[in-house]
């Protein structure tokens, strides 16, 4: 029997996505490292394929495999059935594989985003051609609707990906009482926040580059225009650069009965954009007002670090105070403190400048630093700080320079009783400030600077900026009394919430973080078994055996929480206990050597590779002695936005033969 064209990619791709969803090549593996455990004695020859095959069968996983694998099936349509349609009830998507219907809310108001596919996307041509069965790049669609979030499921990085995926957004008024009413078009017309748009490219390393943020004005469906074109454009020095073209489809569920004529909606947005250029226009006068002003308080003020304005992702320049927002990340993060940890763990990485010529001046968005899941000292500062707001704390991004003279930014809170506090956004350090006074008597030796910064030029938050004019802006002697402004000099508060403020076109909505989907349990079992075998098979080539002990690898357990706890807390904990197992486990006339490492990442390779580095771990990996014992132990802790803090921990105990 033969199949149409359309049938057979059909099929391919049912049997992809199922394979995918078991995770059938992480199952293989494990099958695979226990099949070369059983036999590391030989006694049964070498493996052949056929004993992998055989291993495979023997623990169900092809069978698994074959029977996990439903065809798409045909929906019959209303006029097959003679049932009447019910549009205000369900949702049936016809251009995807797998058919879904889904339950609407028939009180309230529904986008249906449709991609449709890309085309015209050459950046992935400057990779080398991946070999058989090599992964290849792909690139992932997020998408941010209000307080909406979504992600497309990966697809591979070609001229025209098949980014195929329905997103259905929730539209709804914003006044109070008006959440379970149903918008009506002049509701909607009247609803100037965009559909965010953020494409993320990830290589054969998983690392990720930001390819496009897009903003997308959905209102034009309302004239019943259903399918655009978008043109992706570039992000950085590349932002006039067209990067690719989505295709995409909107539709309203349940339909409005009458559209919008299309002259009615572009004179709504031309309005939005005069209204918005105006109050840019008056801010711009103002700002420029100030800073003479700032400037003649004291001619050294020319040189201090001070930023009133941030070119975001696009290229477009915005006011700093627009990057933060009051954040509340719901119960996904319990306390301040872990907070500032979960915010460490999004990598350091500063935006690429074609041929050089020192760093780029780009600050994101909070959504596209999020899906990037890394970026440079600003964005984990503004993250930070809208964290910490949302906790409640009185918390500002300072913008200054470092110990050396480096530009840098962190975060400061105050008390009431005007105790300060620098959080470091990078690592999650903390640090208690105490000003030095250069008038008052040297009657004792006074605290020396805990913290790393060298000077403060201007510190901002979402509502507020000031600028630095006390006589130094050095960190060591500055005082934080913002009600001063002999000290501080403050913005108009109603010139920043008119550019800043809520409901401002300008202003992105910030985005709510998603939870944790990592098994944190699984994962570290996952990696030890993989770490296990990279270690014998190290040892193996130096001809050295490999005897693992269970219990001494268990027992490193509590030390790796010691070390995740300090980070998180500020405060070492449990260590004590760690060290009296240690000696008991450890016997009398042996020799016991640990090496933990923290990573940012899960794989093991890297891992493995990275810690060979080191001198001291790879003394412990290719011990040699009399009793040698080896243990290795991981702990993966999980954390929002797909972030983890992985532990990693080499040991060994020996009696020592020289």
Not at 164 to 184: T, Y
Not at 187 to 192: A, E, F, G, Q, Y
Not at 560 to 580: A, H, M, N, P
Request: charged fraction near 25%; include cysteine; aromatic fraction near 8%.
């Amino acid at each position: 029997m033969s199949l149409p064209p359309e049938k057979v990619s059909e099929l391919k791709q049912t049997i992809h996505d199922h394979l995918r969803r078991m995770d059938i090549h992480g199952r293989i593996r494990e099958v695979l490292a226990e099949t070369l455990r059983e036999n590391q004695d030989g006694a049964h020859g070498p493996l052949s394929e056929a004993d992998f095959l055989h291993a495979l069968q023997r623990r169900g996983i092809i069978d698994d495999m074959v029977k996990g694998i439903r065809l798409p099936q045909e929906v019959p349509t209303d006029e097959e059935t003679g049932a009447p349609s019910k549009h205000t009830t369900q949702v049936v998507n016809k251009n995807l594989i797998h058919l879904e219907k889904i339950n609407l809310d028939p009180s309230r108001r529904y986008l249906y985003l449709q991609v449709l596919g890309g085309k015209a996307f050459l950046e992935h041509l400057q990779e080398p051609e991946s070999l058989p069965g090599q992964e290849r790049s792909t690139y992932t669609l997020y998408l941010q609707f209000r307080n909406q979030r979504f992600r497309s499921k990966p697809v591979p990085a070609t001229c025209e990906p098949d980014l195929k995926e329905g997103f259905l957004l929730d539209i709804h008024r914003d006044g109070v009482g008006d959440g379970s009413k149903m918008a009506d078009p002049t509701d909607m017309l009247s609803m100037c926040d965009p559909a965010h748009l953020v494409l993320v490219r990830t290589d054969t390393c998983y690392e990720t580059t930001l390819v496009s943020s897009y903003f997308l004005d959905w209102r034009i469906v309302l004239s019943g225009k259903t399918c655009l074109a978008l043109e992706l454009m570039g992000v950085g020095n590349e932002s006039k650069v067209p990067a690719g073209v989505l295709n995409v489809k909107l539709e309203l569920y349940p339909p409005i009965t009458e559209t919008l004529n299309i002259d009615v909606i572009i004179a709504q947005q031309s309005l939005e954009r005069q209204r918005t250029a105006e109050k840019d226009r008056l801010f711009l006068v103002y700002a420029k007002q100030w800073w003479r002003e700032f400037l003649e308080m004291r001619p050294s003020n020319q040189s201090r670090m001070l930023k009133i304005f941030a070119q975001d992702e696009n290229g477009i320049n915005r006011p700093v105070c627009s990057y933060v927002h009051v954040l509340r990340a719901g119960r996904v993060i319990e306390n301040p403190r872990l907070a500032s940890r979960f915010v460490s763990l999004l990598a350091k990485d500063r935006a690429p400048v074609v041929g050089g010529g020192g760093k780029q001046d780009q600050w994101c968005t909070l959504m596209a630093f999020l899906c990037r899941g890394k970026g440079d000292c600003e964005d984990h500062s503004t993250l930070l700080c809208s964290l910490l707001l949302g906790f409640g704390l009185d918390a500002y991004v300072c913008v200054g320079t470092k110990a050396k003279g480096r530009p840098h930014t962190w975060v400061m809170t105050q008390t009431t009783d005007g105790a300060v506090t620098f959080w470091e956004s990078l690592t999650s350090s903390r640090y208690v400030h105490y000003p030095i006074i250069p008038d008052s008597l040297p009657l004792a030796p006074g605290p020396k600077p805990s913290s790393p910064y060298g000077t403060v030029g201007c510190v901002f938050n979402h509502r507020s900026l000031l600028a630095n004019c006390q006589p130094s802006d050095a960190v060591a002697l500055c005082i934080f009394d913002f009600q001063n402004p002999s000290r501080w000099k403050p913005m108009s508060e109603e010139a920043l919430k008119s550019v800043c403020g809520p409901g401002a076109p300008s202003v992105p909505f910030p985005p709510p973080l998603c939870a944790p989907i990592l098994d944190a349990a699984s994962a570290s079992n996952q990696m030890e078994m993989e770490l296990r075998c990279l270690v014998s098979e190290h040892r193996k080539d130096l001809e050295l055996t490999t005897v693992w002990d269970d219990h001494l690898s268990y027992v490193l357990s509590s030390a790796l929480s010691v070390y995740e706890s300090e980070r998180c807390t500020g405060i070492s904990c449990g260590t004590q206990e760690f060290q009296d197992a240690v000696r008991r486990v450890v016997p009398v006339g042996h020799t016991f050597k640990g090496f933990p490492y923290h990573f940012l990442h899960r794989n093991a390779r890297r891992i493995f590779a990275t810690c060979l580095k080191s001198a001291f771990c790879e003394e412990i990996v290719c011990c040699r002695g009399d009793h040698v014992r080896l243990a290795v132990r991981v702990h993966v802790y999980a954390f929002p936005e797909n972030t983890c803090a992985v532990w990693v921990m080499f040991a060994c105990k020996y009696r020592c033969v020289l």
